[in-house]
């Protein structure tokens, strides 16, 4: 979006949705010590390294693009 | 999904799906992946609620504004081509013919996407058009304009239509979903946030469907090549299990159409598919085109493009990889769709099989979610463009003229419900009747090509007169269904269409697009010998050599659009090289 415009960016939406990702995710990974799923690799437990990445991600769009007051 | 280059493939795909109630659920949701499904709906009604302010003008309803910087611009441009049908399709195309499906991402995308970038997209830009159409009523008249506008318009809303049907038959099949539920759920929402924000809402819905594709398939080849040991560990394991085919080699078997399992030649690779459709569709393909031109100054407009080349390169990862990943490491082989017996799966299923045998609960939800993203935004993009087309392109100069600007607004609104519904109307007779798909994709590919035609010289060459333009669309695309409908009563005309007995199915397209394309082009150029062209102060702005372009010569190297062209060019290259 140009800069002129007090439209919040995409980005910002993009960063929101990707973070409440994350953290249901990286929940589900941390409850999967106890419970593992019986998938491929399950051992390596992509679902916390995943949630981490969604919420870094997502961390920094929203962080980035917080609407600003005019 | 656009009407994309696969869509022949994703036809097949939907073609041979498992029919509702002889199928098998692949996938069984948790609590925390529907929570996630829901998100998804919940955050895109949200943003077209939150949308609607900024879309009170025609200019902020059909064209976002015209402000959309290049990242934007480049993400929505190829996530209006990327769905979750062509995911689906494509996939399942990579575990039958191997990395061969790779072309369609390679060279029938990176060229001609480049091309548009640095040729085409400075006339479309300059010229202040609103889409494909209204460039061609600014450079050959009305007649070309409406003609393309019709078809246009018909086969926006019948792919949106489609896309919801194989989203309802993608649901019940690796979820058990009611068919009718999808169907309904989908539309309606599309329908809200695109009647409520236009073409902002369909681009940002694009933007962030364009995260959760990315997020939501890239664990399967991350996590496969750690299972398999590697790019060297899949071959070996594709050889032990398919020790008869080359499924990883991307030219070598083109020489001869018997050699490869997709009954190909390089000819058929090269000039039908490099050139004549993949530049056909990425340079006039109505969506993707209509993203580009809503770049907030030429140089976006130019480097939106070519962003987005650097995705489509990497798309392979997340699309052919987990079907060469399904050859390597299924402990099943995968069937022909229509030859499924009990416990036994398609090669339609690959994709969400290998979503399975990876992701467990969250990350599931995210890869379906992912999904049904690829369709909703397929459905909005069609939708937006459907309005888009039918209120500047066939309303306003054929049906009634000079309107307020509010007047066109609320047509806009009004015709993307409408279009939804007729479009629910095309994913119920799609149920009914499957054949309808094949004459849906049988008219993309009968226009595509011509009309790329008409367009290029119109660009390129200023002497083309309005008569030609009409002239030559009709000619190419009239041409088109006649070799259409030979082959489909007459089957072994392929052989002379692909100009050889060996030829397979898929050759057609690539030949009849070329062959297509050429009678356009030659139709085009006899009318103009014989027609008077338009004025040249009339061609400002739509012709080369009739419009000054802007220069990039003061720009630092690095924010030249062409260096980055070149660096993708060369990267496309390599690619080759690499899996030759």
């Known amino acids: ?70 | 999904m656009s009407l994309s280059l696969s869509f022949p493939l994703a036809m097949w795909w939907l073609a041979g799906s498992n029919p509702p109630g002889a199928a098998q659920r692949v996938i069984l949701l948790h609590p925390v992946d529907l929570a996630i499904i829901v998100i998804y709906f919940v955050t895109v009604l949200g943003i077209g609620f939150y949308l609607k302010r900024y879309t009170k003008s025609g200019e902020g309803f059909f064209l976002a504004g015209r402000e959309m910087t290049a990242w934007v611009a480049g993400l929505s441009f190829i996530s209006a081509n990327l769905g979750a049908l062509e995911l689906m399709g494509w996939a399942s195309s990579a575990y039958q013919y191997g990395i061969l499906a790779a072309h369609w991402y390679w060279i029938g995308a990176i060229p001609a996407i480049l091309f548009l970038g640095l040729v085409m997209m400075p006339f479309y830009y300059i010229s202040k058009t609103h889409s494909v159409p209204g460039y061609l009523k600014l450079r050959y008249g009305e007649s070309a304009r409406g003609l393309a506008a019709l078809m246009f318009s018909f086969m926006t809303v019948l792919m949106a239509g489609i896309d919801m049907y194989a989203m309802a038959l993608l649901m019940k099949v690796i979820l058990g979903w009611n068919m009718h539920f999808s169907i309904w759920v989908s539309a309606l929402t599309v329908a809200v946030y695109v009647a409520l924000g236009g073409l902002f809402s369909a681009i940002f819905n694009e933007v962030l469907q364009f995260f959760l594709i990315w997020f939501g398939a890239l664990l399967i080849p991350i996590l496969g090549l750690i299972e398999t040991g590697g790019w060297s560990g899949l071959v070996a394991r594709i050889h032990q299990n398919f020790p008869q085919g080359d499924y990883t080699h991307l030219w070598r078997t083109l020489g001869h159409f018997a050699d490869n399992p997709m009954g190909i030649h390089w000819t058929g690779i090269v000039f039908g598919l490099g050139w004549v459709i993949s530049v056909g569709y990425w340079t006039t393909d109505f969506l993707v085109v209509q993203r580009v031109i809503a770049a907030k100054d030429i140089r976006a407009a130019k480097l939106a493009p070519i962003i987005g080349s650097y995705f489509k390169m990497a798309v392979p990862f997340i699309v052919i990889l987990p079907g060469l990943l399904g050859l390597a490491v299924l402990p099943f082989k995968l069937v022909p769709a229509n030859a499924v017996g009990p416990g036994q799966h398609g090669f339609n299923e690959v994709l969400p099989l290998m979503l399975a045998r990876y992701c467990g609960p969250g990350l599931l939800g995210l890869g379906i979610t992912a999904l049904i993203a690829g369709f909703m935004s397929g459905m909005a993009g069609n939708v937006s463009a459907f309005a888009t087309v039918w209120t500047y392109d066939l309303y306003r100069p054929f049906i009634r003229k000079g309107a307020s600007d509010s007047h066109y607004v609320t047509m806009g609104r009004t015709c993307t419900i409408l279009g939804m519904l007729v479009s629910i109307g095309t994913a119920y007779l799609a149920m009914q009747f499957m054949s309808i798909m094949d004459y849906v994709q049988a008219l993309f590919s009968i226009f595509i090509a011509p009309l790329f035609g008409t367009v290029l010289l119109g660009m390129l060459w200023k002497r083309v007169t309005p008569a030609a333009g009409f002239w030559g669309l009709l000619a190419g695309s009239a041409s088109s269904v006649a070799m259409f409908l030979l082959v489909k009563f007459n089957h072994s005309m392929l052989a002379y269409i692909a100009l050889s007995s060996h030829a397979k199915d898929m050759a057609e397209n690539m030949y009849r697009a070329l062959w297509s394309w050429l009678i356009c082009v030659i139709v085009t150029v006899v009318v103009t010998a014989f027609t008077k062209p338009k004025p040249v102060e009339e061609l400002t702005g739509l012709v080369y050599g009739c419009t000054e372009l802007p220069g990039e010569g003061h720009l630092p190297l690095w924010k030249r659009p062409v260096f980055w062209a070149g660096v993708s060019l060369a990267l496309f290259l390599l690619l080759q090289w690499i899996f030759w």
Do not use: C, Q
């Not at chain 1, 019986?38 to 929203?62: D, E, K, M, Y």
């Open chain 1, 1 to 70: 979006m140009s800069e002129g415009h007090h439209i919040i960016p995409v980005w910002f939406f993009v960063g929101v949705i990707l973070l409440i990702y994350g953290i249901l995710i990286l929940a589900t990974g941390i409850y999967e010590f106890h419970s593992p799923p019986s998938t491929v690799l399950a051992n390596l437990h992509p679902a916390v390294w995943w949630g981490v990445l969604l919420i870094i991600l997502g961390g920094l769009f929203v962080y980035i693009h917080m609407p600003k007051k005019p």
